[in-house]
């Protein structure tokens, strides 16, 4: 990243990064449970209830970037 780069912000409705989130949430707590099926330890639980939430977060926050709706 260059001093002379210009931030791009977000101009999703909030709605949009709702869904996300809770796309997020929904991911992670199936994560945690599939995790603690298998008697796993609860850093282990926490560490990939984690991973699975950023992963899903990321992954539609770049799909939000690259969506174009025409309204």
Partial sequence: MSIHSTQQTCNHPAR???IVTLASGVASLGA???TMALHASPLATLTTSGAAFMA???AGMNVL???????
């Fill in 32 to 34: 945690a449970i599939v």
């Fill in 16 to 18: 949009d990064i709702t």
């Fill in 56 to 58: 899903v977060l990321t």
């Fill in 65 to 71: 970037k690259h969506v174009r709706r025409d309204s």
